[in-house]
Protein backbone atom coordinates (compact mmCIF):
# COMPACT_ATOMS: atom_id res chain seq x y z
CA UNK A 1 0.00 0.00 0.00
CA UNK A 2 2.69 2.31 0.72
CA UNK A 3 4.56 1.38 -2.00
CA UNK A 4 1.85 2.61 -4.66
CA UNK A 5 0.88 5.45 -2.37
CA UNK A 6 4.78 6.51 -2.93
CA UNK A 7 4.48 5.59 -6.83
CA UNK A 8 1.32 7.67 -7.02
CA UNK A 9 2.44 11.05 -5.17
CA UNK A 10 5.32 11.03 -8.05
CA UNK A 11 3.13 10.61 -10.49
CA UNK A 12 1.23 13.38 -9.47
CA UNK A 13 4.10 15.28 -8.63
CA UNK A 14 5.78 15.01 -12.16
CA UNK A 15 2.42 15.55 -14.27
CA UNK A 16 1.72 18.93 -12.00
CA UNK A 17 5.39 19.82 -12.48
CA UNK A 18 5.26 19.42 -16.57
CA UNK A 19 1.34 20.95 -15.98
CA UNK A 20 3.00 23.90 -14.42
CA UNK A 21 5.92 24.87 -17.25
CA UNK A 22 2.99 24.64 -19.87
CA UNK A 23 0.75 27.15 -18.25
CA UNK A 24 4.08 28.86 -17.95
CA UNK A 25 4.31 29.03 -21.34
CA UNK A 26 1.46 29.58 -22.69
CA UNK A 27 1.08 32.72 -20.58
CA UNK A 28 4.71 34.12 -21.96
CA UNK A 29 2.94 33.22 -25.27
CA UNK A 30 -0.11 35.26 -24.55
CA UNK A 31 2.18 37.80 -22.91
CA UNK A 32 4.13 38.52 -26.08
CA UNK A 33 1.15 38.53 -28.54
CA UNK A 34 -0.66 41.01 -26.68
CA UNK A 35 2.52 43.31 -25.87
CA UNK A 36 4.89 42.29 -29.01
CA UNK A 37 2.34 41.93 -31.64
CA UNK A 38 4.02 44.68 -33.47
CA UNK A 39 7.24 43.86 -33.33
CA UNK A 40 7.25 40.19 -32.98
CA UNK A 41 8.49 38.24 -35.91
CA UNK A 42 7.62 34.16 -37.14
CA UNK A 43 10.99 32.65 -35.75
CA UNK A 44 9.95 33.85 -32.31
CA UNK A 45 6.82 32.70 -32.48
CA UNK A 46 7.47 29.23 -33.68
CA UNK A 47 10.12 28.78 -30.77
CA UNK A 48 7.67 29.96 -28.49
CA UNK A 49 5.18 27.29 -30.15
CA UNK A 50 7.78 24.35 -29.86
CA UNK A 51 7.89 25.24 -26.54
CA UNK A 52 4.58 24.74 -25.52
CA UNK A 53 4.83 21.31 -28.03
CA UNK A 54 7.34 20.09 -26.04
CA UNK A 55 6.11 20.28 -22.67
CA UNK A 56 2.67 18.34 -23.97
CA UNK A 57 4.62 16.00 -25.64
CA UNK A 58 6.52 15.48 -21.66
CA UNK A 59 2.93 15.46 -20.58
CA UNK A 60 1.94 12.58 -23.06
CA UNK A 61 4.75 10.32 -22.16
CA UNK A 62 4.29 10.58 -18.89
CA UNK A 63 0.85 9.92 -18.70
CA UNK A 64 1.56 6.78 -21.18
CA UNK A 65 4.31 5.36 -19.88
CA UNK A 66 4.53 2.86 -17.12
CA UNK A 67 4.17 5.39 -13.90
CA UNK A 68 1.03 6.54 -15.49
CA UNK A 69 -0.67 3.11 -15.03
CA UNK A 70 -2.23 3.50 -11.68
CA UNK A 71 -3.85 6.71 -13.02
CA UNK A 72 -6.05 4.42 -15.84
CA UNK A 73 -7.48 2.54 -12.58
CA UNK A 74 -8.85 5.27 -10.51
CA UNK A 75 -12.13 7.40 -10.90
CA UNK A 76 -12.64 11.04 -10.23
CA UNK A 77 -15.59 11.90 -8.03
CA UNK A 78 -17.03 15.24 -6.87
CA UNK A 79 -17.33 15.54 -2.99
CA UNK A 80 -19.39 18.29 -3.29
CA UNK A 81 -21.38 20.09 -5.44
CA UNK A 82 -22.81 23.46 -4.82
CA UNK A 83 -24.15 26.60 -7.04
CA UNK A 84 -22.66 29.16 -4.07
CA UNK A 85 -19.34 30.67 -5.13
CA UNK A 86 -15.87 28.58 -3.40
CA UNK A 87 -13.94 31.26 -2.80
CA UNK A 88 -11.17 28.21 -1.54
CA UNK A 89 -12.15 26.79 -4.87
CA UNK A 90 -11.19 29.99 -6.66
CA UNK A 91 -8.18 30.84 -5.19
CA UNK A 92 -6.86 26.95 -5.72
CA UNK A 93 -7.81 27.43 -9.78
CA UNK A 94 -6.42 30.92 -9.76
CA UNK A 95 -9.27 32.25 -10.83
CA UNK A 96 -10.21 30.28 -13.38
CA UNK A 97 -12.95 28.34 -11.27
CA UNK A 98 -15.37 30.03 -8.74
CA UNK A 99 -18.43 27.93 -8.56
CA UNK A 100 -18.61 23.81 -8.74
CA UNK A 101 -21.88 23.38 -9.84
CA UNK A 102 -23.89 20.47 -11.41
CA UNK A 103 -24.15 22.07 -14.45
CA UNK A 104 -19.97 22.27 -14.61
CA UNK A 105 -18.75 18.87 -13.66
CA UNK A 106 -19.75 17.33 -16.37
CA UNK A 107 -16.93 19.65 -18.50
CA UNK A 108 -14.38 20.16 -16.02
CA UNK A 109 -14.02 15.78 -15.39
CA UNK A 110 -15.17 14.82 -18.72
CA UNK A 111 -12.55 11.77 -19.56
CA UNK A 112 -14.28 11.63 -23.28
CA UNK A 113 -14.40 14.27 -25.93
CA UNK A 114 -17.44 16.69 -26.55
CA UNK A 115 -20.75 14.68 -27.53
CA UNK A 116 -20.91 16.73 -31.23
CA UNK A 117 -17.22 16.19 -31.58
CA UNK A 118 -17.80 12.29 -31.24
CA UNK A 119 -20.57 12.06 -33.28
CA UNK A 120 -18.43 13.54 -36.50
CA UNK A 121 -15.48 11.34 -35.23
CA UNK A 122 -17.92 8.73 -35.71
CA UNK A 123 -19.42 9.92 -38.79
CA UNK A 124 -16.13 10.17 -40.67
CA UNK A 125 -14.82 6.41 -38.80
CA UNK A 126 -18.20 5.08 -40.52
CA UNK A 127 -17.69 6.37 -44.35
CA UNK A 128 -13.47 5.47 -44.05
CA UNK A 129 -14.86 2.25 -42.98
CA UNK A 130 -17.39 1.48 -46.04
CA UNK A 131 -14.96 2.86 -48.67
CA UNK A 132 -14.05 0.46 -51.38
CA UNK A 133 -11.14 -1.25 -51.31
CA UNK A 134 -10.26 -0.23 -55.07
CA UNK A 135 -11.49 2.72 -54.25
CA UNK A 136 -9.22 3.73 -51.83
CA UNK A 137 -5.94 2.62 -53.53
CA UNK A 138 -6.93 4.55 -56.66
CA UNK A 139 -7.10 7.40 -53.69
CA UNK A 140 -3.75 7.01 -51.75
CA UNK A 141 -2.18 6.56 -55.67
CA UNK A 142 -3.53 9.87 -56.47
CA UNK A 143 -2.55 11.07 -53.69
CA UNK A 144 0.88 9.99 -53.72
CA UNK A 145 1.61 11.16 -57.52
CA UNK A 146 0.51 14.77 -56.06
CA UNK A 147 3.43 14.72 -53.33
CA UNK A 148 5.53 13.13 -55.94
CA UNK A 149 5.29 15.79 -58.11
CA UNK A 150 5.70 18.71 -55.65
CA UNK A 151 8.49 16.76 -54.65
CA UNK A 152 10.33 16.84 -57.67
CA UNK A 153 9.21 20.61 -58.31
CA UNK A 154 10.62 21.67 -55.26
CA UNK A 155 14.10 19.41 -55.25
CA UNK A 156 14.32 20.72 -58.91
CA UNK A 157 14.25 24.60 -57.74
CA UNK A 158 16.53 23.69 -54.68
CA UNK A 159 18.92 22.13 -57.49
CA UNK A 160 18.76 25.30 -59.70
CA UNK A 161 19.53 27.53 -56.26
CA UNK A 162 22.63 25.61 -55.38
CA UNK A 163 23.96 25.61 -59.24
CA UNK A 164 23.04 29.41 -58.96
CA UNK A 165 24.85 29.98 -55.45
CA UNK A 166 27.60 28.05 -56.42
CA UNK A 167 28.45 29.82 -59.63
CA UNK A 168 27.92 33.33 -58.68
CA UNK A 169 31.01 34.86 -57.38
CA UNK A 170 31.72 35.49 -53.96
CA UNK A 171 30.64 39.72 -53.67
CA UNK A 172 29.24 40.98 -56.25
CA UNK A 173 30.17 44.51 -57.84
CA UNK A 174 28.03 47.09 -56.54
CA UNK A 175 29.97 49.86 -58.09
CA UNK A 176 31.81 51.30 -60.82
CA UNK A 177 35.74 52.42 -60.09
CA UNK A 178 35.35 54.82 -63.29
CA UNK A 179 32.62 56.49 -62.04
CA UNK A 180 33.73 57.01 -58.49
CA UNK A 181 36.83 58.66 -59.92
CA UNK A 182 35.27 60.73 -62.07
CA UNK A 183 32.91 62.04 -59.33
CA UNK A 184 36.12 62.45 -57.07
CA UNK A 185 37.85 64.92 -59.85
CA UNK A 186 35.00 67.09 -60.34
CA UNK A 187 33.95 67.41 -56.31
CA UNK A 188 37.81 68.20 -56.29
CA UNK A 189 39.37 69.24 -58.61
CA UNK A 190 36.19 70.59 -61.18
CA UNK A 191 37.25 68.37 -64.05
CA UNK A 192 34.04 68.23 -66.74
CA UNK A 193 32.63 70.93 -64.78
CA UNK A 194 32.89 74.88 -66.27
CA UNK A 195 30.86 78.20 -65.33
CA UNK A 196 27.78 79.41 -67.00
CA UNK A 197 28.90 82.06 -69.13
CA UNK A 198 26.40 85.40 -68.38
CA UNK A 199 26.13 88.24 -70.81
CA UNK A 200 29.05 89.82 -72.28
CA UNK A 201 31.04 86.82 -71.67
CA UNK A 202 31.44 87.49 -67.71
CA UNK A 203 31.56 83.78 -66.15
CA UNK A 204 28.79 83.10 -63.24
CA UNK A 205 30.65 82.27 -60.54
CA UNK A 206 27.59 80.80 -58.60
CA UNK A 207 26.92 77.97 -60.70
CA UNK A 208 28.60 75.30 -61.85
CA UNK A 209 27.18 72.96 -65.03
CA UNK A 210 28.77 69.89 -67.19
CA UNK A 211 29.73 70.86 -70.77
CA UNK A 212 27.41 68.76 -71.90
CA UNK A 213 24.48 70.92 -70.66
CA UNK A 214 26.01 74.12 -71.19
CA UNK A 215 24.50 77.00 -74.02
CA UNK A 216 26.47 79.58 -75.72
CA UNK A 217 25.85 83.37 -74.83
CA UNK A 218 26.27 86.21 -77.13
CA UNK A 219 29.39 88.25 -76.96
CA UNK A 220 28.61 91.91 -75.83
CA UNK A 221 30.69 94.14 -73.38
CA UNK A 222 29.77 95.28 -70.04
CA UNK A 223 31.49 97.08 -67.37
CA UNK A 224 32.94 94.53 -64.37
CA UNK A 225 30.02 96.16 -62.18
CA UNK A 226 26.98 95.06 -65.15
CA UNK A 227 25.53 98.36 -64.31
CA UNK A 228 24.78 100.92 -67.15
CA UNK A 229 23.32 100.55 -70.71
CA UNK A 230 25.50 99.16 -73.00
CA UNK A 231 27.20 101.61 -75.49
CA UNK A 232 29.97 104.25 -75.17
CA UNK A 233 31.64 104.01 -71.67
CA UNK A 234 31.91 107.23 -69.78
CA UNK A 235 35.42 108.89 -70.37
CA UNK A 236 35.89 109.29 -66.25
CA UNK A 237 35.36 105.16 -65.98
CA UNK A 238 38.27 102.55 -66.81
CA UNK A 239 36.74 99.79 -68.04
CA UNK A 240 38.64 96.21 -68.74
CA UNK A 241 36.71 94.46 -71.63
CA UNK A 242 37.37 90.24 -71.88
CA UNK A 243 36.54 88.12 -74.59
CA UNK A 244 34.00 85.32 -74.74
CA UNK A 245 36.55 83.36 -76.25
CA UNK A 246 39.01 83.31 -72.95
CA UNK A 247 40.05 80.15 -71.82
CA UNK A 248 38.62 79.39 -68.38
CA UNK A 249 40.75 76.81 -65.39
CA UNK A 250 38.30 75.07 -64.69
CA UNK A 251 38.25 74.05 -68.61
Do not use: C
Not at 38 to 57: M, R
Amino acid sequence: MQREEKQMDMLLEAVLNRLNDLKHSIGAMIHRLETEYETINWPTFLDNFALISGHLTGLSKILSSEIGTPLRSLTVLPLLLTPERDEALLQLTEGRIPVFSHDLVPDYLRTKPDPGAESRMAAHEAKANNLQPDTAAKQVAQYNKVISHVWDIVSKAREEWDTEASSRPGIQQTSSLADTQALVAAVGVGNGLTMPVGPGGVPNAGIMIPPAIRQASPMSAVSPGGAGPLGKMPSGIKTNIKSANQVHPYR
